[in-house]
């Protein structure tokens, strides 16, 4: 089997990845190789890069087999027999450009090697001069940035070298073979160098998807920009990419950063790697908290059935909570969050703390609701994390309810009675809401179409890793 070698060069970063502390608090993103293969060779399947390299090589009236060269009018091959031979010739064309094989070979702090194997398929005018070519590309690409911010890999050199000429079907004679090798080794240079440019194109608009806007529902939005220079090791591209906080209005919103390093954990070959930052948690409950999201007003209309809300259900529990007040009447809890709730990484485990005053009133026939008493209480719930393609969510359950008295229209109670009770209520009503609300989920960087939905979640210290097989 004939197969031709296209090598190219990409001047990707003068350092590689540490394996230490990462002391950002962006986004850490670490792609394998195998998903830089994958990006070049479906950019050669789905696209028409290898569609657009088909057609005439030389014509009658153009190079070396035009009017002016050896087969042209007046040559010393342009007469007797051969006449055929020299307009099958003339009219050569790319009929086949076999799908490149693509591998590849990462050069730590410098580069990587691309390999695209592959063979040219040409046939005359006439149809009954086949021939068969090797090419090898050799191809250097730099790294820059563009007018964006993004990766651009841009082409700097392109050279071409190709290997054994083979004549398939049809007669050639000697002198016209040699015609013809002199010829394709003239122009197909000029049309295989800009296969690796297309290729550098499609790659480069996958790079530049990772940055930008990513919509946070109504709450506003997060943009992606590279915090460093891309960095490379023999196995893995890295980026790191840091998170700006936008409200709906397009403000840039400055969330307190936490100056604690994280230790990201190795990678495995052949797997991509993306590190979640609990800073980004932070953002996702600071917008909820700024935009009063966080805040709910409890009627008994909004309370499950098997959850009741009246002064009757509360003087089971603490009577001399209640004063004179007489059982049957209606409660109405209003939950106020004015602190950003604490968000906790760590032992494997995800937690969330949120500090709330729940202020008790009760309903008055035809007027409005007076005050009971305020507690003063925190929610401890579990989030339960779970990965998307593009996003990871968060789903949350109220794991304990610890209260304290603020103030009351009656004498010093024991409010811990009350605990059981008002965690039923808000499991059923507030916890709902919240995972309503974090549906949003936290945006992951889209980078080459890695799909995170299957990977493998670790929690460490501080941020989530995701981690999915190539």
């Known amino acids: ?73 007046g040559g010393l091959l342009s007469y007797g027999g051969i006449f055929g031979v020299v307009e099958e010739l003339s009219g050569l064309k790319i009929e086949e450009l076999t799908l490149p094989k693509v591998s590849l070979r990462l050069l730590p702090g410098f580069g990587v090697q691309l390999s695209l194997h592959t063979k040219v398929g040409l046939r005359g005018s006439g149809g ?28 700097k050199r392109c050279s071409t070298l190709l290997g054994h000429i083979s004549l398939l079907s049809g007669l050639l004679p000697a002198p016209l073979f040699e015609v013809a090798e002199q010829t394709l080794f003239k122009v197909l240079p000029g049309m295989l160098c800009p296969v690796v440019d297309s290729v550098l194109g499609v790659v480069n608009e996958l790079l530049g998807a990772a940055l930008g806007l990513v919509p946070l529902g109504a ?50 070959d052949h797997t991509s790697q993306v590190t979640v930052p609990l800073y980004l948690f932070n953002t996702v409950f600071g917008l909820l908290q700024a935009n009063g999201a966080l805040n709910i007003d409890l ?25 004179k007040l007489p059982p049957g009447q209606h409660l109405l809890l209003f939950l106020r969050v004015k602190d950003v709730p ?28 007076e005050f009971l008493f305020e507690l003063n209480g925190v929610l401890t719930l579990k989030a339960q994390l779970a990965p998307s393609a593009t996003k990871l969510h968060i789903s949350l359950s109220l794991e304990r309810l610890s209260l304290k008295l603020a103030s009351s229209i ?59 097989a190539s």
Not at 28 to 53: F, T, Y
Not at 301 to 322: F, K, R
Not at 355 to 367: D, T
């Open 1 to 73: 089997r004939m197969l031709g070698l296209c090598s190219l060069l990409l001047l990707w970063g003068l350092a590689a990845p540490s394996h230490g502390l990462l002391e950002t608090v962006g986004t850490l993103a670490r792609i394998d190789k195998d998903e830089l293969g994958k990006a070049i060779q479906n950019s050669l399947v789905g696209g028409p890069i290898l569609q657009n390299v088909l057609g005439t090589v030389t014509s009658v009236n153009q190079g070396l087999l035009g009017s002016g060269g050896l087969l042209g009018g």
């Open 128 to 155: 009954l001069l086949q021939l068969g070519v090797e090419a090898n590309v050799s191809s250097r690409v730099a790294l820059g940035v563009s007018p964006r911010g993004t990766p651009i890999l841009i082409l």
């Open 219 to 268: 709450l506003g939005s997060v943009e992606f920009s590279l915090a460093t220079l891309p960095l490379i090791s023999n196995q893995y591209i890295e980026l790191d990419i840091n998170p700006i906080v936008k409200s709906v209005a397009g403000d840039v919103i400055d969330f307190p950063k936490p100056h604690v390093p994280v230790k990201v954990p190795p990678k495995d």
């Open 299 to 323: 009627t008994p209309e909004l309370v499950p059935n098997n959850v009741p809300l009246s002064t009757t259900d509360l003087a089971a529990l603490a009577p001399e909570a209640l004063g």
């Open 342 to 369: 604490i968000i906790t990484l760590q032992n494997k485990k995800a937690a969330v703390s949120i500090p709330a005053s729940i202020r008790v009133l009760f309903a008055v026939p035809g007027g409005s609701p």
């Open 410 to 468: 009656t004498n010093t109670f024991d409010v811990s009675r009350l605990e059981k009770w008002l965690s039923d209520v808000l499991q059923a009503t507030y916890v709902q809401k919240l995972n309503v609300d974090l549906a949003v989920g936290i945006p992951l960087p889209k980078i080459l179409n890695v799909n995170f939905a299957n990977s493998v979640l670790q929690i460490i210290e501080n941020a989530v890793v995701l981690t999915v």
